[in-house]
């Protein structure tokens, strides 16, 4: 790396993200052992972060713990977080790969809402565009979403959206959806299959946010007869490594 760092931000660092991989609570002892540093270093760098509310001792047992200026900075963080932004590259590479249309539609209250589309070589004119609601019950994207969010969420959507039937495919059954959920849980993807338009094809993946709730989601868009058989494995592949990708930047662990 050419950047010149900063040794006591590295430390201070290093203590910060200690608490995050060992134990909510620590003490100068134990926070100079694991990082091999000397207790006089460690307690002037604690000392600073307790000052500026990043830390936080425990006055029963004198150890520490992290403070509310970084769940002030994480909600700030979480708040302002551009997902448009940070999936834009990872989905344009993924076009470049698959050569069809690729959307990223987030989950705002109970609607989803496509907030980014780019079209492969071979676009299609389908019904998707960027500021368009989709159905939850009937797209991929819709359902990829569904299926991570609990029972009591998922009965509340499906109870008041109107289940509109587009094709002779779409499920409009409260309970067949909910069945269809479950093995989009097990396999990690949703496929809509002319359930919205006849001839159109999809296949989409969750995203989550670091809490590990479920904010969006992305969808590879082509006519059936492109995602045969033997290219569909490979468009699955692609989607949800591009979705966990996508979730890894914007804070996800699991």
């Known amino acids: 790396m050419s950047e010149r ?4 931000i590295e430390r201070a660092a290093d203590i910060l993200e200690l608490f995050i991989s060992t134990s909510p609570e620590l003490s100068v002892k134990e926070i100079s052992q694991h990082l091999n540093l000397s207790k006089s270093t460690v307690h002037g760098i604690i000392k600073t972060l307790e000052h500026r509310g990043y830390l936080q001792q425990n006055p029963d047992d004198l150890k520490y713990k992290l403070g509310i200026k970084l769940f ?16 834009r590259p990872i989905i344009s590479n993924l076009v470049a790969e698959l050569n069809e249309t690729v959307h990223l539609v987030t989950l705002q209250r109970d609607e989803l809402v496509y907030v ?3 079209e492969g070589p071979s676009a299609l004119t389908i019904y998707s565009h960027i500021g ?12 990829s979403i569904l299926a991570y969010l609990s029972e009591k969420e998922v009965d509340r959507i499906l109870s008041t959206v109107v289940l509109k039937s587009f094709t002779e495919f779409t499920m409009t059954d409260i ?4 069945e269809h959920l479950i093995s989009i849980r097990e396999q990690g993807f949703a496929t809509d299959d002319e359930e919205i338009e006849l ?20 969808s590879c868009a082509a006519p059936k007869m492109r995602l045969d058989e033997e290219r569909l494995p490979k468009v699955i592949e692609g989607i949800k490594a591009a979705a966990l990708e996508i979730s890894k930047n914007i804070g996800y662990k699991g």
Not at 5 to 8: N, R
Not at 175 to 178: C, N, V
Not at 204 to 215: K, R, S, T
């Open 175 to 178: 309970q067949e959806i909910k």
């Open 116 to 118: 980014e589309k780019v």
């Open 199 to 218: 001839g159109l094809k999809c296949v989409a993946a969750p995203i989550f946010n670091h809490q590990g709730n479920v904010i969006a989601s992305i």
């Open 132 to 143: 368009k609601r989709a159905p939850f019950h009937c797209t991929g994207v819709g359902k």
């Open 5 to 8: 760092l900063i040794q006591s």
């Open 72 to 87: 002030e900075l994480g909600n700030f963080v979480g708040k302002y977080l551009d997902i448009r932004g940070i999936a």
